[in-house]
């Protein structure tokens, strides 16, 4: 045997590493991305505040200040605090870590987050997806099924859900939060909260198995790299000792601290992409044979079946035309010619819809 067949476990030799297209020359509308960069005056605040950042020193490990603001000004409820991750990717194998007791197992909607069934592989938990309707909403029935017979030790439930945009209903999750009890923890994960202005924060005093979790990257805010998520204060110490130390990094700290009290300027931002997040789809929906899903997040998803181009074809004429979207139709059989756009700027949307409608052209 070879060293790597020696030493590597043979599930993680069977994986793909995760690959981000090279999106130079392109207009870039794959990775729900807020398309809008800070107005000047603030760009230079900004780079007066991180000239004084201390590189020389390492973060403070409690990053108080920064979760006092995360509390106050994003809807945490009071008596509650926040864990901070680098991206929720660390957040959510934080969960995992913690919970990867013998024989646990996690569960979640499919298609769904790639990461969850992921960071439970790395951590050698056992993944359970179960299968979205056809028209990408929850299947309760489902859903409370599984739960009984695999008792999970993590639900997770994205609030939209990526990669269909679909937002579950309230109900629904509350029945998921109640079948699960004290066996298991339930993540909602709220990405895409900016775009949905809906939350489960305010459940967080009814469920002590409640977790929830976000991103500041949909906000506009994807490269310092920031995840942070709540829970009751027993299960949040918990997870806290899994977490590695200064996994915060001192300019990431700086920069969400000052644009937090700034976070008007991207709330703007973000109520634009949601009137643009409409305008397309309406006009999306014009186009023969195009079939658009609701979307409560910063991206649409559709089907080109019906338009007598399958979404392969339809993916490589738009990247032949320089525009970047994700073809999702090979991530699950629900998603068979399906493709996700980001929701951009309006210039950048237009020219996409030109794209889409020349790649639709027999």
Not at 71 to 100: K, T
Not at 180 to 196: I, K, L
Request: charged share 20%; net charge negative; glycine share 6%.
């Amino acid at each position: 045997m070879s060293l790597i067949e020696n030493i590597i476990r043979p599930e993680v030799r069977s994986l793909a590493a995760y690959h981000v297209p090279d999106a130079t020359g392109f207009v870039k509308l794959d990775a729900m991305e807020n398309p809008y960069t800070l107005p000047p005056d603030l760009r230079d605040a900004l780079a007066r505040r991180l000239a004084d950042v201390a590189l020389n020193r390492y973060p403070t490990p409690t990053y108080i200040a920064l979760k006092q603001s995360i509390c106050g000004r994003l809807g945490v409820p009071s008596g509650f605090d926040v864990l901070l991750g680098n991206g929720s990717d660390e957040l959510i194998s934080i969960i995992s870590l913690a919970c990867a007791r013998p024989g646990a197992k996690v569960l979640a909607p499919v298609p769904g987050f790639v990461m969850y069934s992921m960071s439970a592989l790395f951590a050698g938990l056992e993944f359970i997806g179960v299968p979205l309707r056809a028209d990408c909403t929850l299947d309760r029935e489902a859903m409370l099924a599984s739960i009984a017979q695999h008792r999970p030790s993590v639900v997770y439930l994205a609030y939209p859900n990526n990669p269909t945009g679909t937002l579950y209903r309230e109900d629904d999750m509350l029945a998921i939060l109640k079948a699960v009890g004290d066996s298991g923890v339930v993540v909602v994960d709220e990405a895409y909260q900016p775009f949905a202005q809906v939350s489960f924060m305010p459940h967080l005093p009814q469920f002590e198995n409640l977790v929830v979790m976000r991103t500041v990257s949909k906000l506009g805010l994807a490269g310092i790299r920031l995840g942070y998520m709540s829970a009751g204060p027993a299960l949040l110490a918990e997870f806290d000792k899994v977490r590695p130390p200064y996994n915060i990094n001192v300019l990431t700290e700086a920069a969400a601290e000052f644009l937090l009290d700034h976070l008007d300027v991207l709330d703007a931002q973000a109520s634009s992409l949601r009137g643009e997040r409409e305008r397309l789809a309406a006009a999306l929906g014009t186009m023969p044979g195009i079939e658009v899903f609701p979307s409560a997040a910063n991206f649409l998803l559709i089907r080109t079946r019906r338009s007598g181009q399958d979404g392969n074809t339809v993916f490589g004429r738009l990247l032949a035309q320089k525009v970047l979207i994700k073809n999702v139709g090979r991530m699950h059989p629900l998603l068979e010619d399906c493709l996700r756009v980001t929701v951009s700027t309006p210039e950048e949307n237009n020219w996409f819809l030109d794209a889409l409608r020349t790649s639709l052209t027999p």
